[in-house]
């Protein structure tokens, strides 16, 4: 099954570094698929914050990293602050689906 | 900057067609970008729907495949969804988005129009 897994929650206090985590398999982030991250704060749209695996579009802070080892992926976010807390997703295109997959999201709470 | 925005009604009754439009500003439908259509379930969860370059390539979710067509309108620079069948299953904020390829993500988002199939 086509599928890529985060965990539904993660917390932190302002200025901790917390990572989420975003799993497939070989169909998708396995087969060397790139995988983007979003930021979705309430009531917007998500927000391209992590592009091809690692690169922050412009006016992303420099806070937020991404990494990708064999079926996984991580986001970073050090530094935390109280306007980080969103729902974050990850995407990866699949070669079975032939086209996009999302995680399910995982919401941060600042604590 | 490219900017979106979607369109359409927000009540469709079940068995009925869902029918929404996306306006691109600021760049033209016909430049080097896929233009896609994402749903975010009211349990927001994210959902590709499928894709479509200003050539008339079309790319589909499986699971949607049969019921769903994408098409572009270059002289009034729009991109259309149409659903058809719908039921509560496809009450959603609905969402254009764009992309250069599979190696970018989609850099570029609409603010969503939320559609509710109810009688």
New interface residues.
Partial sequence: QSVLTQPPSVSGAPGQRVTISCTGSSSNIGAA??V?W?QQLPG?????I???NINR?SGVPDRFSGSKSGTSASLAITGLQADDEA?Y?C?S?DMI??????G??TKLTVL | QVQLQESGPGLVKPSGTLSLTCTVSGGSISSDFWWSWVRQSPGKRLEWIGEIYHTGDTNYNPSLQSRVTISVDKSKNQLSLNVDSVTAADTAVYYCANFRNIDTGMGVWGQGTTVTVSS
């Fill in positions: 698929y790139d983007h979003y917007t749209a998500p927000k391209l992590i592009s091809g579009p729902d997703y995407q295109y689906v032939t086209g996009w997959l999302f399910g999201g």
